[in-house]
């Protein structure tokens, strides 16, 4: 999240919470689990992108996290789950 919301691209592992962050040739490229030459690829393969692609994935990155991510949106959904935990409990 620290790269993304920086606007830099990133080479994660296509497991949840990674990829919860990056969408594959969006805001950086997604490896397979437990698969080292395919991280090797992904990250040529990030060396070899233009810069113009590099920016591009890096404001991509900021953009998802603003939206998915924002500080309003995060206290909602905690003040959200507080409620659903209190509704539980009250039943």
Known sequence: MEAACSAKPIVATDVPGCNNVVEDNYNGLLCQLKDSDD?????????????????????????????????????????????????????
């Open 39 to 91: 991280l090797a690829a992904k990250m040529t393969q990030m060396i070899s992108l233009t810069n113009e692609k590099v920016e591009e994935l890096g404001r991509n990155g900021r953009k998802k996290i603003v939206a998915e991510f924002g500080e309003e949106k995060v206290i909602n959904s905690y003040l959200s789950s507080i409620e659903d935990l209190e509704a539980h409990r009250a039943s």
